[in-house]
């Protein structure tokens, strides 16, 4: 005659086991089922205009070098000599490379936006 004592000591063992098993696979579907609400709810707002998200600055005082100058009339004006070497979009700025005519570099940074030069840099070696 066989006797099952083994058996009813790792009952207790196994009733545990199934129950962290069937707790981990309900936290799994959950969050599948959140992964594919997420993804539908992505998806429908991918036709939406974006909203503006920063809110513009408030009066600000910017130094008398900073001060954005008059609209541009017509194209950028060039000093007597320039030739334009490059030109590379950065943010919400245009930068042309200038070389002058005694060899120094010049930056001009352009905004499109408002169609004005926003500021130029000269750079000279030392």
Known sequence: METN???DAAAPNIRVLKAVV???GLLIVVGVVALIVGLFWRASKMGEPAGAKVAPPTALTAPAALTAPAALAGPVALPRGAV???MA???DRVVLRLRLA???TRLIFVDP????VAGQLD???E
Request: glycine share 18%; proline share 0%; charged share 25%.
């Open 5 to 7: 004592e083994g058996a």
């Open 113 to 116: 936006r408002a169609a004005a």
């Open 102 to 104: 005694d060899g120094t």
């Open 22 to 24: 069937i707790g981990l």
């Open 89 to 91: 979009a950065t943010g």
């Open 123 to 125: 750079l000279k070696a």
């Open 84 to 86: 334009l070497t490059d």
